[in-house]
């Protein structure tokens, strides 16, 4: 399927080596050295008379991402003074910690601090830091709960909403939107995303008018993480005589951000009521925008407000509301209008972040 993918869209699989290296399988030698971030960040002014002890907990030395490098490398620019920590630190015993200094690296140390002024943590991570450190520190913050109440921790002070906290593309994508930036648009539909039930591609095969998608090539780019939802999308596109439809399984970043390029829209069709979430931001929302991706996103989808003019909502329950709004989004464009792209950058969200956090530690 994917090499079928490619050829339609005149792109040489050569060009990018091999397509399912994947950015864990490429960054794992981090976990036994230094850490290094492969990008500069547009920063506007150092602060440099705070002098904070901050730990990122469960930020992913293998991924450039806001949850990954991004925020702690960013952290450490902007607050030159302080003392900047990252442990990648769920679900396993052994954690690793690194210290981040000003000039984009990072190196292991043995352990985190006794105390910090403020832990900023992913997810589950404050039930798998020690209780001694959560008591000692004086803020802790949780992002990225997934709005699921098994991950928020009794003793966080403050949590972000999913509108609130949303990852924005990271510097390392922005340049590959440079590099693809005379990419043509072509006839794509992209629902970027690993396979599984709660990121909804199985709904939407499901529902989807084949009279409205019969000229695009639609792609459902990511791994199978589910196999039931794999086998049940390729009965259905086979049930339906779903023409040009492709799966690429996991593919890597580089080709994954070429198919970007190459697609005007992107359907974001995601249901956390099949995993008890009442909100969701995917990070692939933000990352199409830089590439002009138009959003065909589901009710369920949290939109921050300032992504609003570059999506198209539709009713999860509703396979009509999905192609009346589908046909809408096609439509829009056909038509090439122009469109008022967000200018909320990345390093604006960190900033928001940070400054959010010393706010709420200069209150305690």
């Not at 190459?262 to 009442?278: A, E, L, N, Y």
């Amino acid at each position: 399927m994917l090499l079928e993918l490619l050829e339609k869209l005149n792109i040489s699989i050569e060009d990018f080596g091999d397509t399912r290296i994947h950015p864990r399988e490429q960054n794992k030698k981090n976990l036994n050295g230094n850490v290094h971030y492969p990008a500069k960040f547009k920063l506007n002014n150092a602060d440099n008379d705070l002098n904070l002890k901050i730990l990122f907990a469960h930020f992913s030395p293998f991924t450039y991402e806001m949850e990954g490098l991004g925020f702690p490398f960013y952290v450490a620019k902007k607050l030159p003074n302080s003392t900047i920590h990252f442990g990648y630190c769920k679900g396993s015993r052994n954690h690793s910690f690194y210290n981040v200094s000003p000039n984009n690296r990072a190196d292991k140390i043995p352990t985190h601090l006794e105390k910090y002024d403020i832990i900023i943590g992913r997810s589950s991570v404050f039930f798998n830091l020690s209780k001694n450190l959560i008591k000692n520190s004086d803020l802790k913050v949780n992002l990225k709960t997934m709005s699921l109440a098994s991950n928020i921790h009794p003793n966080v002070d403050y949590h972000f909403a999913e509108n609130e906290f949303f990852p924005i593309a990271d510097p390392t994508i922005l340049k590959l939107v440079d590099k693809y930036k005379n990419i043509k648009k072509e006839k794509v539909i992209l629902l970027s995303g690993s396979i599984w039930p709660v990121k909804g591609q199985e709904d939407f095969i499901r529902d989807v008018n084949p009279d409205l998608i019969k000229d695009y090539m639609v792609v459902l780019a990511g791994g199978f993480k589910n196999p039931s939802s794999v086998k049940n999308i390729k009965n259905t596109i086979h049930k339906k005589n779903l023409k040009n439809i492709f799966l690429t399984n996991f593919i890597s970043r580089d080709l994954l951000y070429r198919l970007f390029a190459s697609s005007p829209i992107q359907v974001i069709p995601f249901d956390g009521r099949k995993t008890g979430q009442p909100e969701g931001f995917p990070r692939v929302l933000a990352e199409g925008i830089p590439f002009k991706n138009i959003n065909l996103c589901s009710k369920m989808t949290t939109v921050p407000k300032e992504f609003l003019k570059v999506c198209n909502l539709y009713d999860n329950d509703s396979a009509n509301s999905l192609n009346t709004i589908l046909e809408k989004t096609i439509n829009s464009v056909s038509s090439k209008k122009d469109t008022d792209w967000p200018s909320i950058s990345f390093e604006d969200m960190c900033d928001r972040t940070l400054n959010k956090c010393i706010t709420l530690l200069n209150e305690k």
